[in-house]
């Protein structure tokens, strides 16, 4: 039978986050927080061309949108599976950086988070097109009549 021995675990919000004060309660932290965000954005913008990729669909699909003159709630479903998709593509971004960081050599659970993390973006794109589907045919079909 394994022994089992206490460890002493001390818990701490890390002395980065101490020396920042990104904790306290203040306008300046709300506004670094919108800092961070917008810097997460940026990166993902700038290195990942699967999300320049999906931002142009979704400039698209917002065009065909305003160009079609759909309902509110088909609004609601358009813009909400295209914020799905762009969720996605950031959770995916961050799962590879966190997988890479970790280790730069192949390891088969890495290549499990990677996969399943792009296997969530398929998924949420195929989820999308399937909606976006749904809103549009109807309105190309009532072209055609």
């Not at 904790?23 to 670094?32: A, D, Y």
Request: net charge positive; with cysteine.
């Amino acid at each position: 039978m394994a022994s089992k021995k206490k460890v002493k675990v001390e818990i701490s919000r890390g002395k980065y986050v101490e020396s920042q004060h990104l904790k306290q309660l203040s306008l300046k932290r709300i506004l670094r927080s919108f800092k961070f965000s917008f810097d997460g954005l940026k990166y993902a913008y700038l290195h990942e061309q699967s999300l320049i990729l999906h931002v142009i669909v979704m400039v698209i699909i917002v065009a065909c949108g305003l160009g079609f003159n759909i309902t509110p709630i088909q609004w609601v479903i358009t813009l909400v599976m295209g914020a799905l998709i762009l969720v996605a593509e950031l959770f995916n971004t961050a799962i590879e950086a966190v997988v890479d960081m970790v280790t730069e050599e192949y390891h088969p659970l890495a290549k499990v988070a990677k996969d399943t993390a792009s296997a969530a973006c398929f998924i949420a794109d195929m989820t999308a097109f399937g909606m976006w589907l749904v809103v549009f045919v109807p309105k190309i079909i009532s072209l055609f009549r």
